[in-house]
């Protein structure tokens, strides 16, 4: 098999990763739909959807590993020692079973869409036990429209987020694409990325840091359907 070949095979492992990725946020969707309506520990729905999560994760894993090792692997393999191909099955082999076997459960938990899966589920059972023990309250549409532009606005773009991400460490919120492209053009730089809020001490934002914020995005979603129906 040449390096091109390989090359594009790893190409479509990534492909699946973003299936994959889309496939995650579909289930938290459903799941949080299930956790506004119904208890926790009435509905064993939430918990076969949170193994589903933790399942799509050690794949998603599995597929990192599996990327990073033939990457390392054919890194090595030169036009002056072209033999060295016919060695690469069984080294990849080896060191994709080694990662496996240190791939933990706590690893899992800790994996960006497992993370997403369980804040979300907290907070849409928290919402719906304040929406059923106080109302939903009835909030000054000027008020309303302020709160809006602080909660759905990217301090990097300014402009309403799509795909809002919640730092864990400060709990502030940015659009993946935003941030992402900062932590990487600050590590070019050999910089550490300070939290982009004004007046925030956050001064080194990492990836690690950063979950998907599904009840926001939705918040975001719901308040364009409304925005498109009047």
Partial sequence: MSLKAVDGILSSLKSCQTDLGTGMDIVTDIAMDLAET????????????????LECAKLDSEI?????????????????????????????KEQFAERIAQLSNADLNNHQKVAAFKESIKNSLQEADQDSAEGIEELDEDIAVTQSQVNFTCPLTQVEMVNPMKNKKCNHHYDEEAILSLIKTKQSQKKMCRCPVVGCGNGDVKESDLIPDQMLRRKIQNQKRQSNKT
Wanted: proline fraction near 7%; hydrophobic fraction near 40%.
């Fill in 38 to 53: 119904q208890d926790e520990d009435m509905n064993p729905g939430i918990k076969e959807m949170e193994a589903m999560i």
């Fill in 64 to 92: 990192n590993y599996f990327v990073d090792i033939v990457q390392q692997a054919t890194a090595e393999v030169t036009p002056q020692h072209p033999e060295a191909m016919f060695s690469l099955s069984a080294k990849v």
